[in-house]
């Protein structure tokens, strides 16, 4: 692995803070980083090295990220190192866990919409008819983007 530059450096950090502040690990999101603009392979070692982290803090982020999808391993024959790849399909992913995360709001406004204190207030219960409707909206929306994405990749 070449030594990276400091704005790829930057970049991998800026990354890093995103998924952070979307609920991940910073690190998690340093590592998708790495492997962003990584035209290879990189085996845990080689992260570690090139994120200054520890070879446990990648480990347990990696079974995270390749639950998620967003990361593949690779093996190569007559080597026993497991290598680390940027998933084809990672951006699918992001659409397919906001899609599940409308989906779970959706499921607690429904809840609160049928709460009685809910219901005899109009003005609340306005609210909660307007939030599904707005909710309905979005998610059919992002299900015609997923399948537009899909239809293009």
Known sequence: MNKLSPELLAYIEEIG??????????????????????????SAEQIATALQVSL??????????????HVEKKSITGDRITY???????LEREFLASIERVHSLKKTIEKGA??????????????????????????DSLNEL????????
């Open 56 to 69: 446990g803090s990648v480990s347990t982020n990696m079974r995270l990220l390749l639950q998620s999808g």
């Open 84 to 90: 680390y790849i940027y998933s084809e399909n990672a």
């Open 146 to 153: 997923l399948n537009r994405w899909r239809t293009q990749r």
């Open 114 to 139: 049928q709460i009685q204190d809910v219901n005899e207030n109009e003005i609340v219960s306005k609210r909660f008819v307007e939030m599904e409707r707005g909710i309905e909206y979005f998610l």
């Open 17 to 42: 803070l995103y998924h952070e502040q979307q609920g991940a690990s910073r690190i998690a999101g340093r590592i998708l980083g790495l492997l962003m603009v990584t035209e290879g392979t990189l």
